[in-house]
């Protein structure tokens, strides 16, 4: 691991947008989410955060906890669980169900009054000064978006690794941009595998998607999809 800097983000969300992201990846209604699959994403994703050393808010922590009771209740017969303080339905999974429903009720009013507000501004071209309206800081995919990628060539490798790890070369997240910034210096874009080709390890992996998350906290990179949840593009910025 990197030992010149530590990575930070800020542009996280919460955990139920972490969940509201995975529920879209599955393609299932909020209504029919299974327990058992979305608590193993979401915990794939905090051991993606630990790998990565990232910080999170420790909100992340309680919703894993939260979704790991869920579980445990879920996977009991119905006549054997614990009572529950409050809880008027037998299903375990409702008052997830609730907060993400109204969680994303207020979003999408969110997304509702920001386009509004985009188009509002578009409409008055005479005036002295506009105030732009912010770009995503990730470009045109989010956090979850390129720690899912991570998480699809973390396992790709772990199946594949071998003894090079113990013989490998220490890289740093230095080294790393020097050279992500040297393949993107024809302006050519360039698909995230392909970053990840030439990985012969776990840590190579790690010190790699560190140095591209850096170079697009800086501005100095864009990832874009075409479609959701489709190959990730890296560009200049």
């Known amino acids: 691991m990197p030992g010149e800097y530590k990575v930070k983000l800020e542009v996280f969300e919460g955990p139920l947008d972490l969940l509201l992201y995975l529920i879209k990846k599955d393609e299932v209604d909020i209504y029919d989410i299974r327990i058992e699959r979305i608590t193993e994403q979401y915990l794939e994703f905090m051991d993606a955060f630990k790998v990565l050393d990232l ?35 037998e299903d375990p999974r409702w008052e997830l169900v609730r907060q993400l429903l109204e969680y994303k009720k207020f979003k999408d009013a969110a997304a509702r009054l920001g386009r509004l507000e985009l188009e509002q ?11 732009p309206v912010p770009e995503r800081p990730l470009g045109d995919v989010s ?11 973390l396992k790709r490798i772990n199946q594949k690794e071998d003894l090079r790890e113990i013989f490998e070369e ?3 997240v230095g080294d790393k941009i020097d050279l992500i910034l040297k393949l993107m210096s024809a302006g050519v874009p360039l698909r995230f595998t392909e970053l990840f080709s030439g990985a012969a390890s776990r840590a190579e992996i790690v010190v790699t998607f560190l140095a591209l998350l850096e170079l697009i906290r800086l501005k100095q990179i864009k990832a874009a999809q075409n479609e959701a949840f489709g190959e990730i593009e890296l560009r200049s910025a």
């Open 55 to 89: 910080d999170v808010a420790g909100e992340f922590v309680v919703m894993a906890a939260n979704l790991i009771y869920l579980k445990s209740r879920s996977l009991l017969p119905t006549e054997v669980r614990p009572p529950e303080e409050e809880a008027e339905e």
């Open 121 to 131: 501004s578009n409409m008055f071209s005479r005036m002295a000064e506009t105030t």
């Open 143 to 153: 956090v979850f978006d390129l720690i899912n990628a991570f998480n699809g060539i």
């Open 170 to 172: 220490n890289y740093t």
